[in-house]
């Protein structure tokens, strides 16, 4: 395979990948909730269990801070001290009580980011990582393009109610999944009080989303509130030992929807592991190449099954001649789960080890030999 197709087969895929629908909406008629907005959806897979609204722009509030402390935690030093600023020290709304003047590491203001939702620490963390918010506005929506945020824009690194400021459940939800993968990140949201004197921080912090007292199952992450946003709230949950996210946005009974659908879940879906890593789920032949391409998955694949759904599993091979050498690890397929006869997930596939490609010698002698075995 030469180096120009590698380039073209892996853009190919890329834009596969990317423009196929990996998820299949699941409308339960069977769940009302009073939102305005709602999400559930699983971590690993992305499969949507639960929808309304989902895909609408919409005020999300101090939720922003979940993209505000990644990008900080993405691009700062935890250990760097911040000097507080004016206007850090004045910015209205929810605040831990920071003063102008007062020094204090990034590690500390992201848990007065998260536990206790301040806006002045998130103006104070804007300020010390980019120099001024404009500047850190700049990543966060960079960021949010990254990793595929297309239905976001970000006006401030709090939440607070602007005319540009907005994402969606769906988005919001992507992003949270990605925080998911953050250890201190989630060390943070699952914390329900954090004492001065044991981490060596200026004050404690006890933090306010009541959801992980409510639910058993809850691991954190963020509540928001305002004027326009209304009661927002971010949630991630265990449900047979998988992250889900669960997203209720201007939502005044919040706790209660969230149980709701969290109870949903619970009750509809079963992880079943349809393919496990490294196994062979196909293989073909390739030109000039000594033996055959075998097709496996880099993962397990477990994924969510709603009770009744029939399950199907296809793999796809490539549809173009493949020439040798290959080597392994490369992506050569993919492997397509059906669910009641309509596309659920789609996982990349891969070559399990390199096909060499033969040497003339061989070539030649495998051509002479197929004139004598076709005639």
Request: with cysteine; hydrophobic share 40%; charged share 25%.
């Amino acid at each position: 395979m030469t180096k120009k197709f590698k380039v073209y087969l892996s853009l190919f895929l890329g834009m596969f990948l990317l423009f196929t629908s990996l998820v299949q909406n699941v409308y339960a008629d069977d769940l009302y909730v009073n939102a305005v907005s709602a999400i559930a959806l699983d971590c690993d897979s992305k499969i949507v269990l639960y929808e309304k609204n989902a895909y609408t722009p919409i005020e999300i509030a101090s939720t922003t801070k979940i993209i505000t402390a990644l990008v900080a935690i993405k691009c700062g030093d935890l250990n760097k001290k911040i000097t507080i600023s004016k206007r850090a020290a004045t910015i209205r709304g929810s605040e831990i009580g920071l003063k102008e003047g007062e020094v204090i590491t990034l590690r500390e203001l992201l848990y007065g980011l998260l536990l206790r939702s301040g806006n002045d620490a998130a103006i104070a963390i804007a300020e010390g990582i980019s120099g001024s918010v404009d500047e850190f506005l700049k990543l966060m929506n960079e960021y949010a393009l990254e990793v595929g945020l297309l239905n976001s824009h970000f006006e401030s690194p709090h939440g607070l109610d602007s005319s540009k400021h907005y994402s969606t459940a769906y988005d919001l939800a992507l992003i949270t999944a990605k925080a998911k993968e953050v250890k201190f990140f989630n060390d943070i949201v699952s914390s329900k009080d954090i004492s001065a004197t044991e981490n060596n921080f200026s004050r404690s912090y006890h933090n306010i989303n009541k959801i992980l007292y409510l639910l058993p199952n809850s691991t954190g992450v963020k509540t928001g509130f305002t004027g326009k946003a209304g009661k927002c709230l971010v949630t991630s949950v265990k449900i047979q030992n998988r992250d889900v996210i669960i997203i209720t946005l201007n939502c005044t009974p919040r706790w209660k929807e969230t149980e709701k659908i969290n109870k949903y879940i619970e009750k509809n879906y079963k992880y079943k592991k349809l393919i496990s890593k490294g196994d062979v789920l196909g293989e073909f032949s390739v030109k000039n190449g000594i033996g055959n391409v075998e097709m496996v998955s880099k993962r397990d694949i477990i994924v969510p099954i709603k009770n009744n759904q029939k399950i199907e599993v296809k793999i796809k091979k490539p549809l173009y001649e493949v020439y040798a050498p290959i080597d392994d690890g490369e992506n050569i397929g993919r492997a397509d789960i059906y669910a009641n006869n309509k596309l659920l997930f789609t996982e990349a596939l891969v070559t399990k080890k390199r096909v060499n490609k033969k040497n003339n010698f061989r070539m030649n002698f495998d051509k002479i030999k197929n004139l004598f075995v076709k005639y």
